[in-house]
């Protein structure tokens, strides 16, 4: 069974910085191209980031660059986002989620839990 | 980026209607467009990809078409458990997602 579970959320004040860890199992991890999305409550869903397979190649969202760093560990079956300058506005559920590639084609077949990010003074 | 707007944003219906919701994007994204059902406290579930092609395990009531700029998904018999918010998403050029459509009992 695919499991993807996300640790490291919390409380943290702005300015502050927090990584976020994604395990997987039931899959070879290193065959998939990975992702971070992100929900403000009650809002929907926004793409953050996403990284190849080697993890050479990194994607941010305009509102995150230069700030959060996407990485993986393929020995360890482990996707990390390491956040920093958190801003108010970061706050929301954080899912990391699995891309098959069809060609050109490619969706998020497999999601997290998620875990919460709360930036407040 | 480009922009999905989807149509109705919240929409009442009875179990065993038959129901569509329309998502529309702001330039052509081929057939670069997924279905995802989200439960409250849950995360997405995949239902459709690339537009037409049901994700494996996701029961046949569930159908999308379109092509370009418009795309809809449609549910054949409204179950207690479809009742949920639905979102597409274009991975055409920088992902984005619709603003979601959320689903109520009548």
């Known amino acids: 069974e695919v499991q993807l579970v996300e640790s490291g959320g919390g409380l943290v004040q702005p300015g502050g910085s927090l990584r976020l860890s994604c395990g997987a199992s039931?899959?070879?991890?290193?065959?998939?191209?990975m992702y971070w999305v992100r929900q403000a409550p009650g809002k929907g869903p926004v793409w953050v980031s996403r990284?190849?397979?080697?993890?050479?190649?990194?994607t941010y969202a305009d509102s995150v660059k230069g700030r959060f760093a996407i990485s993986r560990d393929n020995a360890k079956n482990t996707l990390y986002l390491q956040m920093h300058s958190l801003r108010v506005e970061d706050t929301a559920v954080y899912y990391c989620?699995?891309?098959?590639?069809?060609?050109?084609?490619?969706?998020?077949?497999?999601w997290g839990q998620g875990t919460l990010v709360t930036v407040s003074s | 980026d480009i922009q999905m707007t989807q149509s109705p944003s919240s929409l009442s219906a009875s179990v065993g209607d038959r129901v569509a919701i329309t998502c529309r994007a702001s330039?052509?994204?081929?057939?670069?467009l997924n279905w995802y059902q989200q439960k409250p406290g849950e995360a997405p579930k995949l239902l459709i990809y690339?537009?037409?092609s049901l994700q494996s395990g996701v029961p046949s009531r569930f159908s999308g078409s379109g092509s370009g700029t418009d795309f809809t998904l449609t549910i054949s018999s409204l179950q207690p458990e479809d009742f949920a918010t639905y979102y597409c998403?274009?991975?055409?050029?920088?992902?984005?997602f619709g603003q979601g459509t959320r689903l109520e009992i009548k």
């Open positions: 989620a699995r891309a098959p590639l069809l060609g050109s084609i490619y969706y998020f077949d497999n």
């Open positions: 039931g899959f070879t991890f290193s065959d998939y191209w």
């Open positions: 990284l190849n397979r080697d993890g050479s190649s990194t």
């Open positions: 330039q052509s994204i081929s057939s670069h």
């Open positions: 690339a537009a037409s």
């Open positions: 998403q274009q991975t055409y050029s920088t992902i984005t």
